[in-house]
């Protein structure tokens, strides 16, 4: 009897080992031909012609298209002497040092002059509306734009956008040897625009303090990265900034308030975000209306992540280290179709690096490196994001999954003439590199941005 039961008992899971392996290799094989899928789709997706399965809406069309540059390194002027040869194997000439080299013969490449300038209060005719990555760009008053290391805030109230950042019209320095190079503290300069390219200069929106040299804003002192959002239960624009020394050692964060998007600005304080140093920082305001701070800390090592109190004035007592270790910096966020998502910098002061872009469900994270998010010009341009940092990404209202990417091209031998470079981001298509943990499958969507010489944005922007 226990003999017969256990004869059945051994058929019964026999069976059920069969359909059961049945169903975990039918599972296998489906994943298999998945990771294959995705692995070939994603390889379609880099090799050549990229194409996005975004829309084919016509909009898009030449926000994406990829341009190629081929700029030739020149010949090293001079020759070197027999001995200095001996001494040093010939280091060759990479596009980063003539990028840096204030006497390269293509300087003009990176930095134009003024003959090319965008000028938005000329007769453009054909070549309105459209922007020139790394052009000087001139304001309605005809001078060059100030407004390094920026973000925008757009005011529903005024359905304006104002675009605030570091006003650096004066002379570059170094305050030491060591140092890096700088400008005094002038202030926060702000812009604003009804289409994204006309801009009219609102004036020092928050000053430096010329001789309370104990005072956060004393001229001697740094104020970079200046971004303002609107709180809507205090009906207060609210700026918060990276405030430092001359050295970066106070590493801190600086908060300042207004009634109105245009100034003047009251600044209340300065502190260590959850007592941590805080350098290259950024603010993004959530569809809930939560607003959080991400700052670059622990010797620019980590970004740190945390929600701002209610009225915005102060950082609340929760917050995430993410990206430790990974060492980036200039973060600019945004979202798309509830994914979070960041593109950072590498830290090498005023020097151009690789962009990396990073996505998370929650904005607290995790979040995940994804890859360099940069498509065209050529591979130098990738490797350094055109040849400038990231400071802040536009959302684009009625152009979904399209943003405009802003950065600065660092001028660090004279900062004021710092150049900006806007650039179309797209969102979609499989993502570069896939993550672990999910077998390949790209969880995030790609996010493209593209290189052009010139470029606008569709009719329906641009009135
Ligand atoms: C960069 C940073 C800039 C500025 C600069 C100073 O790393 O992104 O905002 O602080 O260093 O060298």
Redesign the pocket.
Known sequence: MSGNCSQLMVRVLSGSRCSMSTVVWSFVGFLLMLHLYSLFSHKDATSGEIQLQVTNHPSFRELVEVEEENIQIPPPRGKRSPRAAKRRPKRTTTLIDEFLDENSQLRHVFFPDMKTAIDPMKDNGNDSFYYYPGRIWLDTEGAPIQAH?GGILYDERSRTYYWYGEYKDGPTYHAHKKA???VDIIGAGCYSSKDLWTWKNEGIVLAAEETNETHDLYKLN?L??PKVIYNENTGKYVMWM?I?DCN?TKAGVGVAISDYPTGPFDYLYSMRPHGFES??MTLFKDDDGVAYLIYSSED?SELHIGPLTPDYLDVSNVVRRILIGEHR??PALFKHQGTYYMIT?G????APNEALVHAAESVMGPWETMGNPCIGGNKIFRQTTFFS?STYVIPLPGLPGSYIFMA?R?N?ADLRDSRYVWLPLIVGGPADRPLEYNFGFPLWSRVSIYWHKKWKLPSRWTG
């Open positions: 290391g890096a190079a700088r740094v970079e990265r990276h430092d970066y350098r290259d620019n910096e200039a910098s830290c090498t002061g005023w940092q600065d660092w660090p």
